[in-house]
Each structure stands twice: as C-alpha cells, then as structure tokens.
C-alpha cells in the first residue's frame, strides 16, 4: 500500500495553477447528520428539500414540509442542505440567477437524488441569500445569515483568529476533523469529534502541530482518505510548505505517521494548499 501526492500539489507549488483554486469535496453523508447551534443554543438538524415542481418543499429543524420558508442561520456553525429531488439541482446564491461561490460552501449546485450541500457560513455577517432551483428560479426560498460569537458550536470558548472551521473532513467512521491554522499563533491545530449516538458531537483528540513554534497554520486543509489522515501546513519553514501523515487507531484517534515536504525547499512555494490522497 502507498501514500502518494500526485502531480497537482507540484504545479500549485511551481505556480502552474493559480493558488486560490478552490476544492470542492463530494461529501458521500447519507447516513450522517450535522448538527449545529442556533441562536437559542439547542441542536439544529440537517434541511431536506424536495422540489415539487414549482418551489423546495422543506423539511426538518422545525419545518414540516413548507414551500421555501425564511431560514434563519449562524455564522461558525455546519448546516447540511440534503436535496432529495431526483433530476433537480439545488443551489445557494447571492440571488436566484447567481452561484454563491465563496470558501465557505461545499457541493453547491448539488443535483439530487441524496447530494447535499455543506455550508459553514464564516464571519462575515448578516447577510442574505437565496436557495433555489436554477433550471426554474422563478420561485428561491430567503436565507438570512446572523452573527452569533456568543452561540459556538465549537471550540466552547471563542479564540480570535483561530480559522476554527477552515477545513473539514468526514471520515469514514462519521468522525469529524475540523482545522484551525489560526490557533496557538498560527502554529495551527486540528480537532477530531465523534458522532454519538444520539446525534450530538463530543471531541476525542486535539492534534497539535508536530513543529511548534512554526506559525505553519497547520490544519489549512485536512483531507481523509481510509485509515489516513493528511494535514498541510502551508506556511512552514518559509513558506516552503509541509504536510503530515497520520494512521487512524483501532480507538479511533490518529497517530503521526511521517512528514511530506517540497523536494527543493524555495520560499513562498505554500506546499500542502491543494491535497490529494490517493491509496
């Protein structure tokens, strides 16, 4: 069995591909349910949405079935929006013509059956957007985006600066690994949460960066692929970049496996902002 890291983490780091490329992940969720926290502090289950051939009919965290309802959300937390429409694509949009296109949406433009779009909205609320059907956006439904610093779903206690949130991994034990390169002056740390029974998340492993005192921001992007775990750190060593290696355990936590860094160390090559896990 091999590691590798193919040829696309050569040409960002030769600035071949522009460096805000972005990634979107196919997340394969459909036996896993996110939970949030919204402004009152209590769980807040994934939205199903159905097309029924003029509006989205829209289902759970209070909604039974309602065309296109006003749904209301919280910066730094998760919302899953599963589409159940088989044929129809679903959206979220600055308007019903436009694609929001920021770093904080994953799968956006998902075309059901059983896709599903994850959206942590960052810190740049309030603001409005609209969920839609692009193929008939006569009719999108209105999301409005509130600040909530004081309503984290993790961590409990608010770190400025942290990037808690930057990038996010599902497993495939529906464990969670979420980064913060931002943490302990930019040293950065990744989280590892399991998803209990009964819906909610407790988290099992904090991983600090293997290089203290680097400000290498690692966490910047966590990527899973089997037992394996690849962790870059895009701003270590001068910016010459490195990404670390860990094995899952049989109790569920990581273990460091080895370091993977740029064959010739050239400052500001930013090694590790593109990962690609292949076993």
């Not at 075309?111 to 810190?123: H, Q, R, S, V, W």
């Not at 193929?135 to 209105?142: K, L, R, T, V």
């Amino acid at each position: 069995m091999t590691l590798r890291i193919p040829l696309l983490l050569n040409l960002l780091k030769n600035r071949l591909l522009p460096f805000n490329f972005l990634i979107f992940l196919g997340l394969l969720l459909s036996t896993i349910h996110l939970y949030s926290i919204n402004q009152d502090g209590n769980n807040s289950e994934v939205y199903f949405l159905e097309w029924n051939d003029s509006t989205f009919l829209v289902s759970g965290n209070g909604y039974t079935t309602e065309p296109n309802p006003h749904l209301t959300l919280y910066e730094n937390n998760y919302y899953i929006f599963n589409n159940l429409s088989d044929g129809v694509s679903l959206c979220i949009g600055e308007n019903n013509q436009t694609i929001y296109s920021e770093d904080d949406i994953w799968n956006n433009y998902a075309k059901g059956d059983n896709e599903y779009i994850l959206f942590n909205p960052t810190a740049d609320s309030p603001r409005t957007l609209y969920y839609f059907n692009p193929e008939n956006n006569n009719s999108a439904g209105q999301i409005t985006i509130l600040n909530s610093d004081n309503n984290l779903f993790y961590p409990q206690t608010k770190i400025q600066e942290a990037k808690f949130g930057k990038s996010v991994s599902i497993n495939d034990w529906n464990q969670t690994i979420i980064g913060a390169p931002g943490e302990s002056q930019l040293d950065g740390v990744i989280y590892v949460f399991n998803l209990e029974s009964n819906g909610t998340f407790t988290q099992l492993q904090k991983i600090v960066n293997p290089v203290p005192s680097s400000a290498g921001q690692f966490g910047d992007t966590v990527i899973t692929e089997g037992q394996f775990l690849a962790v870059s750190s895009p701003d270590y060593d001068s910016f010459s970049g490195a990404v670390y290696v860990y094995e899952r355990e049989s109790n569920g936590s990581y273990k460091f496996l080895q370091e993977l860094s740029t064959f010739s160390k050239i400052g500001d090559n930013l090694a590790g902002m593109f990962l690609f896990l292949e076993i």
